[in-house]
């Protein structure tokens, strides 16, 4: 109910702004998507997806990010698209509160602001909608079962995670160890200690290292971050331990190929970035030409996606759960 | 305003007005900054709007007002490279006692209280102990940013609804941030330039131990330099949690280098004895306007990063023809 208050002036915004402008209706929209940081390849993904469909749809696209992924580094970002009269900010957030009142100066403005692969838990009045690529309270409990499937649900195991604030990691193992817990299915299954690369290849591998030489009887190991994972992979391949200790968790298809090619790792599972920007824009772009309701329960068409459902908290998941990624199907993958 | 006075030979012929106004280290800067607003308004058609420089000066106000104060350490002869971190602990001290119940103005308090005790510690082991201050303050910019993680944990703790939004505060148009750091500019400018306490701060930096044969009180001078230091990181720390509304111990990570950059940039000497508080306050609007301008061009942070590099190389080149110019 608010949000179509909400939705209302902002549409007459737009429309104003469209007016007083020499371009007048053919002014296409003007799309940014501001990442953590610079130097990671996991956006290029994201940004390919808002690329194409901007391309598709028409729309004019930015992606901007800070040096650095710490708290505030993204606030002379949001500042400056506000100044440079964007209609759409899509945004991974760096913090779940420091951004909370740019982000709101950006809706009084009349921008849709939408997080993309990430929310501000805890704050999530203050955006309009967020893009993420599956349930987010899925995932542990996934991932616990891929990691059974190729343990024989027997035996111990560990999580090597990135950093020990990291909001979505932690998330995901609370579910893995409420799974563990709860599931009599898993009930042989040990999970003896949990670790943090810290995302950092080095560290990931220290850590992977310690874990074999404390945990002699070590059977799998989740590693729920792409730098995580493969650091993982590249630990068991050298000491050729793919017989006795399976690594799985999230990675990208492109780093983990050769993991998979030559069996040090079965199976793992992600999603795809790519579809997170390509469902932004659609959902975007039909908010913006009151196409689709941004409304809990709403549906809308997108293409090669099928329908999408707005869920409860106005948010969006581009797929329904995890895609696993094994011998069989990697090549057809390439992020 | 100007050191130049104090080493001014008798012989010497006195140096043409012009030549006195024009090979400053602050003109300089006032010359890039004029460069910068000129560039800046060419690399985007959406910069030159004077809210939204204010409102991108008010990102940085925390550290710009921090900067006037660390310029009048670095005079005279120290630095304080903790003052970043001092404005963590203090925020996280603030946030946390008034979440564990304190009312909002013990909180403050205590916020205060906390930075002029890291400003005394400062001032015990550098005036004190006699140990120099940029290693005593890589200590205490590690110790205190430690000591905020330790208070804080990994979370951020929000501030009461009436405590956030120091920034929105307007006057005549103007942020509260913006008026802050000017009004300061005008005391602290006219306290180290008229003022007799102004020269001694200056001699100290220059030549510590004739100063003391002169009679100055070093020590004193230095201890209260360093107190100011910590009040300021303290005053600076809270308004940064009114600004974003919430307080993590990252607060103002890395603030303590744009200090320091905003301090060099304006011309001031990192050995001491020379600078002045308006070329740090023109310096931190050259910063805020060639940072704003090149971020609303959607520059990569990269390039950014170049350019920032290339400005302070050249501003202290500059600096340094400038005061050798002028000894000779």
Redesign the interface.
Known sequence: MLKRHLLKPLLGLTAALALTTAALAADPLKIVYIGKN?GNPYFDSITGGFEDACKKLGCDF?F????TA???SQ???I??QI???VNVIGIAPN????I??VLDSARAKGILVLTVNGDITGNESHRDATILPTNFDKVGGDQVEMVGSLIGYEGEIAILSAT??APDQNKWIVGMKDTLAKDAKYSKMKLVATVYGDDQPEKSTTEMEALLSNYPNLKGVIAPTTVGIAAAAQVVQQRKLADKVHVTGLGLPSEMRPFIKDGTVKAFQLWSPYNEGWLSVYFAKGVLDKSVKNEVGASFDVPNLGKTTINKGNSINTQASLTTFDAKNIDEFHF | MSAAPALRREAAPPRPNWQVMLVRPESMTFVLLVLAVVVASQLSRYFLDINYILKSFTLSAEFAIAALVLTMVIISGEIDLSAASNMALSACLFAYAQKAGAPLPVAVAIGLGAGLVMGAINAFMIVGLQLPSIIVTIGTLTLYRGLAQVIAGDKSIRVPEEFIGIDNILIYGVPLPVILFAALSIVLGVVLGGTIFGRQIYLIGTNEVAARHAGVRSKRIKTLLFLAMGLTGAICGLMTASRLGSVRYDLGLGGELQMVLMAMLGGCYIFGGRGTILGTFLAAWLLVIVTTGMIVADWLPAYQLCVLGVLLIVSIIATNLIYSRAER
């Open positions: 610079t930015k901007v990010a800070p040096a710490e708290a505030t606030i002379p970002f500042e400056a100044q440079r009269g913090s779940p509160d420091a909370v009142k020990t604030e």
